[in-house]
């Protein structure tokens, strides 16, 4: 089934410590998107991508870095430069740089806790 | 800038009532509107949109929405509500004229349907 596939959902890690976040999609979308979604703030972007070797800074992006080095993969670093990384983390995806107005495709979100 | 606020941190309503989700947005060019749902631990689910046309637009699970450009808003209603509607609710909003090709998103609102 053609999906996006983010891991680990559930990451636990010790303060100062880097971890990484993996979203794979075979969609064969373009654009890829890294969202944080903390109660009661609904959704906020941190990076997103819309071609592979190019990415643009979101709205959060101090803390956090990003490559994109293949179409469909997209992975986040949480580093130790984040100073409240605990939150639910969302990859999406869509088509061709929204050009045809497609919608988000969600994966399942990943939850990282800062012990 | 591109922005958009759902009022209502929690609507609730009885199963078989009409429920409405409401959202406003501003933006500095027309909208590109979406609704998503998200049930507890899961990523986002597209249910509608609206990029041109007819101001009511109809998607997934019986609902529909209204782009009302006088009133900046883009409510989400259906009919009949079900206890199964009970999750939340993101409404998400590009200008299309504008440089970021990301969508933002309101704060959400958590829909409570009592049997």
């Known amino acids: 089934d053609g999906g996006i596939t983010q891991s680990p959902k559930y990451l636990f890690r010790k303060e100062g410590q880097n971890v990484t976040l993996s979203c794979e999609q075979n969609?064969?979308?373009?654009?890829m998107y890294w969202y944080r979604q903390d109660p009661g703030q609904g959704l906020r972007l941190i990076y997103y991508s819309q071609i592979v070797n190019d990415f643009q800074k979101g709205d959060i992006a101090e803390g956090y870095s990003v490559s994109r080095e293949k179409k469909e993969s997209f992975p986040l670093t949480v580093t130790s430069a984040q100073k409240n990384p605990t939150a639910f983390y969302l990859c999406?995806?869509?088509?061709?740089?929204?050009?045809?107005?497609?919608?988000?495709?969600f994966g399942e979100g990943s939850r990282l806790t800062v012990l | 800038a591109q922005s958009v606020a759902q009022p209502e941190d929690q609507v609730n309503v009885a199963e078989g009532n009409p429920l409405t989700v409401k959202c406003t947005y501003s933006?500095?060019?027309?909208?590109?509107l979406f609704w998503y749902v998200q049930y507890p631990n899961r990523g986002l689910q597209f249910l509608l949109k609206y990029i041109t046309g007819d101001n009511l637009v109809k998607g997934s699970y019986g609902f529909e929405a209204e782009f009302n450009k006088s009133q900046t808003s883009f409510h989400l209603k259906k009919p009949s509500a079900l206890v199964s509607d009970s999750a939340l609710y993101f409404c998400a909003v590009r200008d299309p004229s504008a440089g970021r090709r990301a969508l933002t998103f309101g704060s959400g609102t958590r829909l409570q349907v009592q049997p």
């Open positions: 969609l064969n979308h373009d654009a």
């Open positions: 999406a995806s869509s088509r061709e740089q929204f050009a045809n107005t497609g919608e988000l495709f």
């Open positions: 933006v500095s060019g027309n909208p590109y």
